[in-house]
Nanobody, 126 residues
Framework: QVQLVESGGGSVQAGGSLKLSCKVS????????MGWFRQAPGKEREGLATLYTGSGATHYADSVKERFTISRDSTTKALYLQINRLNPGDTAMYYCAADRRTFCGGVGRASEFNYWGQGTQVTVSS
């Protein structure tokens, strides 16, 4: 069983930056595809970025690849999402996700991930 706990969200002004964290615990000694998703009110959950723990390979959604950076601390197993140049369109609940597999194969869909955190809210004002 894998437990994920996000933190680092908050209210920021447009143009600012945030670094979201995902604390990972539980049995995670195999390789995983880990990712960040977000969901705004009335919208579907959107994949942002993934990282494969075996190789460190990353994938990004085209809409965010210039501003978002996914990373991982191999010692603590924590996952991070650096978000720069925030704009009101980034306002959403942000979720960390994980799925035990041997590749990521792109950003993927929410339905492909078995483990989820509770989310952290990001609100951007203009």
């Amino acid at each position: 069983q894998v437990q994920l706990v996000e933190s680092g969200g908050g209210s920021v002004q447009a143009g600012g930056s945030l670094k979201l964290s995902c604390k990972v615990s539980g049995y995670i000694y195999s390789t995983y595809c880990m990712g960040w998703f977000r969901q705004a009110p009335g919208k579907e959950r959107e994949g942002l970025a993934t990282l494969y723990t075996g190789s460190g390979a990353t994938h990004y959604a085209d809409s965010v690849k210039e501003r978002f950076t996914i990373s991982r601390d191999s010692t603590t197993k924590a996952l991070y999402l650096q978000i720069n140049r925030l704009n009101p369109g980034d306002t959403a609940m942000y979720y960390c996700a994980a799925d035990r597999r041997t590749f990521c194969g792109g950003v993927g869909r929410a339905s492909e991930f078995n483990y989820w955190g509770q989310g952290t809210q990001v609100t951007v004002s203009s």
